[in-house]
């Protein structure tokens, strides 16, 4: 397999460049179970594992390789390999791990477009698209909105026009996994060397639209519920694949919970017309709420901005100040910790001593 296919560029080259002497390749991970990575290199598939020190110097969760990463990988037996280095990314999309501990999940790495795939059954929601939006802005990557099941929907123009007024200069494309219809749209986006995530509830037919890409049907996919058009988490890992005609994606599984990770950057491109009204506002630090001279809350009486759009930018706001009062939570414990190490291991030295 050529590099080049697999997404390899000239800034990975350089990034790798400080492995090339111990002997280590380029291997891009293509799914992960456990311990166990699954990677592609250019002689092909491989199984491999993360070495000692790797593991010993991994600081968190952030550090272990993810799908999408590249590695600096020692090939041993022709189909196993130690994973010695992850390259730095260029691009990552990340929620906050699901449950109550403070932490980051990488869902994806160094993706180019993260096709922000719904439903246009009853599962369509565009509160849901606006959060993914935002984390995608927060990764790097160029957001495209799929309105999948477009055989279903009969108000097609309706629904294209309202996601558009809410994900302003954000390309949206109706199509169908079912028909083919749309398809050549979502077709210009894949190319050689470029990497897409499809993002979505479960349920919204992603590995569907990858299996029509391929021609065959290789990812599992599972009917929905009648009653509300959710799906049953079908798929239950992400992998990445080469497609035949060029260009990579990577399928995931619906995320039951997709909490927001990040400071306020990503929000702030995803909700730019907001942004630039609050400049208008009489406080620089206004929270829109019952301050006076409030330009948003203004727009928001003329009509001018939808309360909807609003009151999903305000909800995402308080999430994204939670989390970071909870980071400097965490951090501070984690602080108080190490000086209480430090003082123990002190007055042991100072017991010793005399
Ligand atoms: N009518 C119609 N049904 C579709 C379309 N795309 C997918 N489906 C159906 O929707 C259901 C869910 O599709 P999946 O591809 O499994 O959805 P998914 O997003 O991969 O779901 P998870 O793996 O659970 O996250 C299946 O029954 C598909 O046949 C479409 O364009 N039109
Ligand atoms: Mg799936
Ligand atoms: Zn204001």
Redo the contacts with the bound molecule.
């Keep these: 397999m050529d590099l080049i296919n697999l997404g390899w560029n000239s800034e990975f080259e350089q990034k790798f460049e400080q492995y090339k002497t111990n002997g280590f390749v380029p291997a891009r991970i293509i799914a992960e179970h456990k311990s166990l990575y699954q990677a592609l290199d250019s002689k092909g598939e491989l199984t491999a594992e993360l070495s000692g020190k790797y593991r010993y110097q991994a600081a968190g969760r952030f550090d272990y390789p993810t799908v999408g990463d590249w590695v600096a990988i020692a090939r041993h037996d022709h189909d196993k390999g130690i994973i010695h280095a992850l390259i730095s990314r260029r691009s990552a999309f990340i929620r906050k791990e699901a449950g109550q501990r403070t932490a980051e999940q990488v869902v994806a790495a160094n993706i180019d477009i993260a096709f922000i795939?719904s439903g246009l059954d009853n599962n369509h929601n565009i509160n849901r698209i606006e959060r993914y939006l935002t984390m995608t802005y927060e990764s790097g990557a160029a957001p495209i909105i799929l309105l999948?099941?477009?055989?279903?929907c009969d108000y097609l123009d309706t629904v294209i026009g309202e996601v558009e007024s809410r994900a302003i200069g954000v390309p949206v494309i109706a199509?169908?996994?079912?028909?083919g219809e749309g398809f050549d749209g979502l077709v210009t986006h894949l190319q050689t060397g470029k990497t897409a995530a499809f993002l979505?509830?479960?349920?919204?037919?992603?590995?569907?639209?990858i299996n029509r890409l391929l021609g065959e049907n290789r990812l599992k996919?599972?009917?929905?519920r009648e009653n509300d058009s959710r799906?049953?988490?079908?798929?239950t890992h992400r992998e990445l694949i080469v497609l035949p005609n060029g260009g990579i994606v990577i399928?995931t599984?619906?995320m039951r919970e997709l909490q927001v990770w990040g400071d306020e950057s990503g929000l702030a491109a995803a909700f730019d017309d907001i942004e630039d009204i609050a400049r208008n506002c009489r406080f620089r630090d206004c929270n829109h709420k019952d301050e006076p001279g409030c330009a948003v809350k203004a727009a928001v009486c003329n009509g001018s901005l939808k309360e909807e759009r609003f009151q999903s930018y305000l909800k995402l706001k308080k999430e994204l100040r939670y989390l970071e009062a909870k980071q400097v939570m965490k951090a501070s414990a984690i602080e108080k910790m190490r000086w209480k190490r430090i003082s123990q291991i002190q007055k042991t030295f100072k017991d010793k001593t005399h």
Excluded: E, F, W, Y
């Design positions: 795939v999948n099941k477009c055989d279903l199509l169908s996994a079912a028909t979505g509830s479960s349920g919204v037919g992603k590995s569907s639209i996919v599972n009917s929905v799906g049953h988490h079908t798929t399928d599984p619906g």
